[in-house]
Every structure is written in C-alpha cells, then in structure tokens.
C-alpha cells in the first residue's frame, strides 16, 4: 500500500497477492490477453505464491510496464 492507501503493484508482485487484493483479478487479466487463460488452471493455486507480474507478463509475451499499469487502474480503480 502507498501513502494514499492504494495497492502498489511492481514486477515482483507475486500473483497471489494480486488475487488476494482483487478476486476478479484472473478474469480480468484473462479479458486483456487470451494467454491469461492459463491463470485459471488448477496448477496456479500452487504458482501464485511465487508468480510474479513479471512472469506472467513474459509468459503472455506482453509488456510488463503495460501489464502493471492496467493492473494498478483495475485494483485502485483508476
């Protein structure tokens, strides 16, 4: 959390705090990249704990500044 209270996100979020944060978090990355499907598949439950945005934005084959900054508008709201 920043100094206003909102979630900060970074490379090295890992998935599971995302999700912790923001439940739709996988649908909504799912809505921005096809590839995210993966995200719904029972092995995530054990790679979230260590799943950093970074990863997962290398495994989609996206941008990873991209990728955090849609995350930070969907979790704050922005």
């Known amino acids: 959390m920043d100094a206003n209270g909102a979630f900060t996100v970074d490379e090295k ?8 944060q923001s439940p739709e ?3 909504y ?5 096809p590839k995210f499907e993966k995200l719904k598949s029972p092995m995530v439950k054990i790679m979230a704990k260590v799943a950093t945005v970074e990863m997962i934005a290398q495994r989609a084959d996206v ?8 995350i930070d508008a969907f979790i704050n709201k922005k």
Do not use: M
């Open 25 to 27: 978090i996988v649908d």
């Open 29 to 33: 990355l799912i809505s921005l990249n």
């Open 13 to 20: 979020t890992t998935l599971s705090k995302l999700i912790k």
């Open 63 to 70: 941008d990873v500044h991209d990728l955090i900054r849609n």
